[in-house]
Every structure is written in structure tokens, then in C-alpha cells.
């Protein structure tokens, strides 16, 4: 360990890189992205996981009926959130996101991002020939009794999961950012991929922003900032 400290080292070995120093205002976040997806096989480890990194403890959200899945969330700013997702135990026959079974370690699995049109957006999309699914209604009871409904949209070629589903929130529902813990924000969130310039492409007929950097493999990188500094968390 001559050449890293030793919570460095430790950091990456838990899966967790940390971040290079920046200031708050050099955010560089897609405009339109809602939540990040960290899936787990276990959702109190995963809460562990980003209470240790975070000194916040992500807040129970509840199941997804017929989805197989459970979450915790944590506020990462104004409509932005964390969803920790894992298998519900009481849904054991249901996989919705299988690869979570698999993740002894907290990992990105994906991302959402926001719309408020979203059957316009579907017109856009068949304008440019991409294939999609959707829109399909989704809802999930929240601990307090009352009901989140939302609808969502997902492209059938998400570049390996590079490129996020799309939302557009009932009205009446309070989106999770507002209640869910504070005191977290995201400050950059990025793909990479060794076909950059195929995803930019991509990126730009469903009218996103997101960063794009050459990698020798495809991974998201999302830095969260707060109390203990900035972490890093990857897929």
C-alpha cells in the first residue's frame, strides 16, 4: 500500500472508489435525471452500505406488488433520489431485477430520468426509430399507507443499461426526493463505454444529456457528496 492510504485501499475493495476533490458547483448531472438504482441482495445491507458511506440512513419505501422487489431511499437533492433495491422475501417466486440476487455487494444497476410528457415523448421516440416498451403504470404503497402511482417507459436497447428508463410521475403523487433523508447531493453522475460515440448517438435522440467518457468496459459512475466527504459508487 505504498502508493494509496489505506482507507483508499479499503474503499475500493468494499466496491466504493473515492472521489477527487470538487467544489459543490461543479456539478455535472443529466438535467432530466430522477433516481439511481443500487441494487443489493439484501436491502439492510445496502442501507448499511450507504449509511456507512454517507452517515444518513436511507429510509424504508416499501414493496413493488408483483415485481419482487423492496427499496430504501436517500434525497440526493431537488428531484433527486437513491432507490436501494433488493428482492422481497415475501415475493420470493417473483424476480423483477434477477441480477439483484446476485449482488452480494451494493452496485449500480441502472437509472431513471423524468418526464412530464411522457406520451409526447413516445411520439419523439417513434419519430427517431427507437423501439420502446410502454408506457406501463407502476405504483407502491408507502409505509404511511398512502400511494405513489407513476408510469414508465423503457427503451429496448439501453445500451447494456447505460441508458436509464424514463418516468413521469402521477400528479398526485410527492415525488421521493421530498421526504426521503437529506443531507446527501449528487454531484456527478457519468457513463463509459469503449463505443462512446455510438452512445452519444443514442444519447441524443432520446434527448438526454449525460456525460459520456472512453472506457475499456461500459459502467455508470455516480459521486454522491456529503457529511464524510464525496463517494464514488460504479455498476
Known amino acids: 500500500m505504498d502508493n494509496i492510504s489505506r482507507r483508499t485501499f479499503l474503499a475500493i475493495a468494499a466496491g466504493v472508489a473515492l472521489a477527487p476533490s470538487f467544489s459543490w458547483g461543479a456539478e455535472q448531472v443529466p438535467s432530466l435525471l430522477d433516481h439511481i438504482l443500487l441494487g443489493c441482495s439484501d436491502l439492510e445491507r445496502g442501507i448499511a452500505f450507504v449509511e456507512e458511506h454517507s452517515s444518513f440512513r436511507a429510509a424504508f419505501g416499501g414493496v413493488h406488488p408483483g415485481r419482487g422487489t423492496q427499496n430504501a431511499l436517500l434525497s440526493l437533492g431537488e428531484r433527486r433520489y437513491l432507490e436501494i433495491i433488493a428482492p422481497d422475501p415475501k415475493q420470493p417466486s417473483i424476480e ?15 437509472w431513471a430520468a423524468h418526464r412530464d410528457d411522457l406520451d409526447e415523448f413516445a411520439k419523439h421516440l417513434d419519430e427517431q426509430g427507437v ?15 398512502k400511494v405513489l402511482r407513476w408510469r414508465a417507459l423503457r427503451l429496448k436497447d439501453d445500451h447494456g443499461g447505460l441508458l436509464p428508463f424514463f418516468i413521469e410521475w402521477s400528479k398526485d403523487s410527492v415525488h421521493p426526493s421530498v421526504d426521503a433523508p437529506k443531507g446527501c447531493r449528487l454531484t456527478r453522475f457519468e457513463a463509459a463505454s469503449p463505443e462512446a460515440e455510438d452512445l452519444l448517438r443514442a444519447i441524443s435522440r432520446v434527448q438526454l444529456d449525460l456525460h459520456v467518457r472512453t472506457a475499456m468496459k461500459p459502467a455508470l459512475r455516480a459521486t454522491v457528496a456529503g457529511p464524510k466527504g464525496q463517494f464514488l459508487v460504479t455498476s
Open 131 to 145: 423501439a420502446f416498451e410502454g408506457p406501463q403504470s407502476g405504483l407502491r404503497q408507502r409505509p404511511d399507507g
Open 96 to 110: 423483477q431485477y434477477s441480477v439483484v440476487t446476485k449482488l452480494n455487494e451494493p452496485r449500480l444497476i441502472g
